[in-house]
């Protein structure tokens, strides 16, 4: 699920400025964190920016295509997340070996938490007529929460593409899966492999966007998981299952993958999945990640969805995003901040750990109603494969918030979803007997 902070980008916009945004701030180190507010920042570099109305400004002038940018989650060994920011382009063979300035930052509410800003070659000097695919990979620390990623290509001080996308990061200290990486190519990490496409000794090109063509027969994917041996003791082994989910979400028999393997702080996993026109899915393609212990006890387990997969003449598609525009009706009316409070708060009972920190410590200090509706909408969405399904969850769950109220919220100042039985009927609804 993506949310949406709009006023960010809003704000951005009408600074304009944003291919100087750091032009008078020294770069940051490969991993480092900052964290100061939106006003002080522009108070800081105030002075250097320089208003451009040319957001418009065709990329086939400056002679590069098919911009494309994702951002993946993931850990250092120290528990450390990092945000990984994809940036892909294609250079054609009348492109000068120009600078580019690629700048980055990450948003938690009002406050820029993380930025970098580094320098590209538009096409290095190669002897080669043809179009040439490039990638550039920096990783910004981030914390935990829901983040706003922004970043921006200029070339001489002019906008030549911007991007943004949302994410959030888990909290950490229990086992979880990082995001999953649809590799492009790989080899062994050598002394010349650049530092941010290393992982777990392996030099992985990304396919950015984690796209997957639809005539491919085989996906390569990367993903890690960490803090198994909180669980299952180091070196005991446990059970990987792996695969991709058909039409309905659920595993797919031909598509499932099960590997023994010893349980370790960082358990690295790179492998393939057959794929065939119809698996995965099309629209919104999901790979399922289980961990299971000897006994069959499920340890953690996430659905990671990937970016639509590409038709042999498409170009490769960002990550889907349909949250991020989508109000569900049923929210209508839900305009004040102690009613979308509450309402948030009758969803920790349905939420995932994750989710409910973001729920607790992002959103509800936050204040931002608009943002509150939205994430509840995206929320549904990514329990659904459609905003009418998504709309008819939301509103049974408002009915079991109801029922609750009344049944037992006497006590809890009219909330059910804070006493014990509350909490069940919402999370698992009516009982059969």
Not at 394 to 417: F, N, T
Request: net charge negative; with cysteine; charged share 20%.
């Amino acid at each position: 699920m993506q949310t949406v902070v709009r006023r960010l980008r809003a704000n951005l916009v009408h600074k304009s400025g944003f291919a100087q945004i750091l032009s008078n701030a020294s770069m940051a180190s490969s991993i480092s964190s900052v964290r100061f507010s939106r006003d002080d920042f522009w108070r800081i570099v105030g002075r250097g920016l320089v208003v451009c109305a040319v957001f418009g400004l065709s990329v086939d002038m400056h002679a590069q295509t098919s911009w494309i940018g994702d951002v993946l989650i993931q850990r250092l060994p120290d528990g450390q997340a990092y945000a990984e920011v994809q940036t892909a382009w294609t250079s054609k063979a009348e492109t000068a070996s120009d600078s580019l300035t690629l700048t980055m930052l990450v948003f938690q509410g009002d406050d820029i938490v993380s930025f970098q800003k580094d320098n590209l070659l538009a096409r290095p000097e190669v002897q080669d007529s043809s179009a040439l695919r490039h990638v550039h990979v920096a990783r910004l620390a981030v914390p935990h929460g829901g983040l706003r990623v922004e970043w921006l290509v200029a070339q001489y001080d002019m906008p030549l593409w911007r991007h943004n996308a949302s994410v959030r990061v888990p909290m950490g200290g229990i086992p979880e899966f990082t995001d999953v990486m649809v590799v492009n190519t790989h080899a062994p990490a050598t002394a010349r492999s650049q530092p941010n496409m290393v992982h777990s000794g392996l030099d992985l090109i990304p396919k950015v966007g984690n796209t997957i063509p639809v005539e491919a027969t085989s996906a390569r994917l990367y993903v890690e998981l960490h803090g198994l041996n909180e669980v299952v003791p180091t070196d005991s082994l446990f059970l990987l299952k792996f695969g991709w989910a058909d039409e309905q979400g659920q595993w797919n028999p031909s598509a499932t993958r099960y590997l023994r393997k010893a349980s370790a702080p960082i358990v690295p996993v790179f492998e393939v999945l057959p794929c065939t026109p119809t698996s995965p899915t099309i629209r919104q393609p999901m790979m399922k990640l289980e961990a299971q212990t000897r006994d069959g006890h499920v340890v953690v387990s996430r659905n990671v969805t990937l970016g639509d997969r590409e038709w042999p003449e498409g170009q490769p598609q960002r990550r889907p995003s349909a949250a991020d525009d989508v109000l569900l009706p049923s929210l209508n009316g839900y305009d004040t901040l102690d009613v979308m409070v509450k309402l948030l708060e009758d969803h920790l009972a349905m939420a995932r750990t994750n989710e409910q920190s973001t729920i607790q410590q992002v959103l509800i200090p936050g204040g931002d109603v608009e943002l509150m509706k939205r994430y509840i909408s995206g929320f549904w969405m990514d329990r659904s494969s459609s905003v009418p399904e998504a709309e008819a969850m939301l509103a049974q769950y408002l009915d079991r918030i109801a029922h609750v109220d009344e049944k037992y919220g006497q006590c809890k100042y009219g909330q059910g979803s804070l006493t014990e039985m509350g909490n069940i009927y919402l999370r698992f609804g009516k009982p059969n007997t």
